[in-house]
């Protein structure tokens, strides 16, 4: 468990002290407050993106001293002796690593990463099979472990909260997108679709009446199908997969409701730069960029050289790790490549194999150094699909791109940028070579684009503290407050209907109600006594006459 101890020397006394003697007794203060706390992260997500959020975490997490357990299928064998590695990797064997077929989606095939339901359902399995991997049970089955806190990563699910429950420590979801809706009602209530869109959307605020509508009516179908089915089916996997562990440790299982509206904190990776400014509530922390480490890698002596040596700019072209290059259609590289040489500039194209006929000034990279090369002063532009860690390194080192969304949240990503000024967008088509064209010769040759995206950068580093720090400090903060429960929201502790006002409706209905019933009646009353009245007259006249 934590090693903490609360001992802090004075600075007045210390001021009284000789200097050398000063100097150790504050070293030994500052040893004697550094926590060290045991850490549970869980990584389950199988694409190359995602080990990378995570890792990120990891070296934040032992670098400030803790001891960290870390579920992952990216293990790497060399580590520090704080860690402990959790190898999922063999689910690879099962369920290969995530890579999208961009042919198919270029021949407009289905895709159920477009749809929310069908990606959750998509992602519950690769978490379930995360936590039935005999390393993970061996893990949760031990009654000797114990962790102070867990933090488990977002996947359009939430039975990762179970987590938690075994346990029995605080839960800090970690978001790997931008805040929205879907994941926000786990901390306060869902976004307003007026001006905050959905994850999947390609719309950016404001919104049009239409696009108001369209949002407006996607999150009511989500929430509907999740009620009624995909709420149930979640429900019942989490039941199955950690009520065993939990009566082998002589407890009972917390709800599910409990469990995945009991998170202490919410940690996006995404910052104002790339957000969409939604409300969000206190719960919530921006910690985008934090897998940026302080220190840029070095380009390997060839890169080097080739980007040292381009007189007109360097133009670096990477679909990221989901997608390949080497998937795009024949016809499509053969287009690609004719452009690309055509062009004054020199170009880098991470490729994933060698391509023949190569132009003079195309070089194919089948892994690059992401980070150095967009440090580069040369870097002109970042031909990328728009992903979200893509997008913020981009920032990160104030270089314009051009974006080619492919799935997912890239079209939101793309459309923010675009919005933003630093960015380009082209359409994934068999025949974008010629467009791309078009915009790399607008981009490079409008400084608007390199300026704008400079003044992001700016914004993005102007924080009162570095992304790293700032995710280490909230950890912490969620520790040493034993679930910062001061940060709830109360809207978690309200029903549905309180938080709608749906009992203040039916009280003005049942009112409005009751006013018309007895008006009506009084009418009625009032009604029949003139009609009296009118009729005793008129036999009063006859009598007379």
């Not at 960029?289 to 050289?305: A, F």
């Not at 407050?481 to 978690?492: C, V, Y």
């Not at 003005?508 to 109600?513: R, S």
Request: aromatic share 10%; glycine share 4%; with cysteine.
């Amino acid at each position: 468990m934590r090693n903490s101890k609360n001992n802090f020397v004075s600075a007045v006394y210390l001021s009284k002290m000789e200097k050398p003697m000063t100097f150790l007794l504050l070293i030994s203060a500052i040893l004697a407050c550094t926590e060290s706390a045991k850490i549970l992260v869980v990584s389950p997500g199988s694409s190359k993106s995602h080990g990378i959020l995570g890792d990120g975490y990891v070296r934040l997490l032992l670098n400030a001293g803790h001891e960290v357990t870390y579920i992952t299928p990216f293990a790497y064998k060399k580590h520090s002796a704080n860690l402990r590695i959790v190898d999922t990797s063999s689910n690879f064997e099962k369920s290969p690593a995530i890579v999208m077929d961009i042919k198919g989606i270029m021949d407009r095939k289905s895709d159920e990463s477009e749809d929310t339901i069908g990606l959750s359902l998509m992602m519950l399995d690769i978490v379930k099979k995360t936590i039935i991997h005999e390393n993970v049970q061996k893990l949760l089955n031990d009654p000797k472990e114990q962790f102070d806190v867990v933090i488990v990563e977002w996947m359009f699910g939430d039975i990762g909260a179970g987590f938690a429950s075994v346990f029995e420590c605080p839960l800090i979801w970690s978001a790997t997108l931008d805040p929205h809706w879907n994941i926000l009602k786990l901390m306060d209530e869902p976004s307003n679709p007026a001006y905050s869109v959905d994850i999947m959307s390609s719309y950016s605020a404001p919104l049009t009446f239409s696009q108001r509508v369209n949002e407006l009516w996607n999150q009511l179908k989500v929430q509907f199908l999740r009620y009624v089915w995909l709420d149930g089916f979640e429900e019942n996997m989490y039941t199955s997969l950690f009520t065993p562990i939990l009566e082998k440790r002589g407890r009972k299982l917390t709800s599910f409701y409990e469990a995945r509206y009991n998170a202490s904190l919410l940690l996006s990776n995404a910052y104002v730069t790339t957000s969409g400014g939604a409300s969000l509530p206190q719960s919530h922390k921006f910690v985008g960029g934090y897998h940026i480490d302080d220190t840029v890698e070095p380009l390997s002596e060839n890169l080097k050289k080739i980007m040292d040596n381009a007189k007109d700019g360097v133009i670096y072209f990477s679909m990221g790790t989901i997608l390949r290059s080497k998937d795009l259609p024949k016809e499509v590289k053969i287009s690609l490549l004719k452009m690309f040489g055509s062009l004054k500039q020199t170009v880098l194209w991470k490729f994933e194999e060698v391509l023949p006929n190569l132009p003079k000034n195309v070089h194919i990279l089948q892994w690059a150094p992401q980070q150095a090369i967009l440090a580069h002063p040369n870097l002109a532009v970042f031909i990328t699909h728009g992903g979200l860690l893509s997008t913020t390194e981009s920032i990160h080192y104030g270089v314009p791109i051009i974006a080619i969304p492919v799935f997912g949240d890239q079209f939101l990503n793309v459309e923010r940028s675009v919005n933003k000024g630093f960015a380009l967008k082209v359409d994934l088509a068999y025949t974008m070579a010629d467009e791309l064209k078009k915009k790399i010769v607008e981009i490079t040759s409008n400084k608007r684009y390199k300026e704008k995206a400079k003044e992001l950068s700016f914004i993005y580093h102007d924080r009162p503290v570095k992304p790293g720090q700032e995710l280490v400090h909230w950890v912490n903060h969620v520790i040493n407050t034993r679930g910062a429960p001061h940060l709830r929201s109360p809207a978690l502790d309200l029903p549905f209907y309180k938080r709608k006002f749906l009992d203040l409706a039916a009280l003005l209905a049942v009112l409005l109600l009751t006013i018309y019933i007895m008006l009506k009646q009084a009418l009625a009353y009032i009604c029949s006594q003139v009609c009296s009245t009118k009729q005793k007259t008129g036999s009063k006249k006859k009598k007379n006459n």
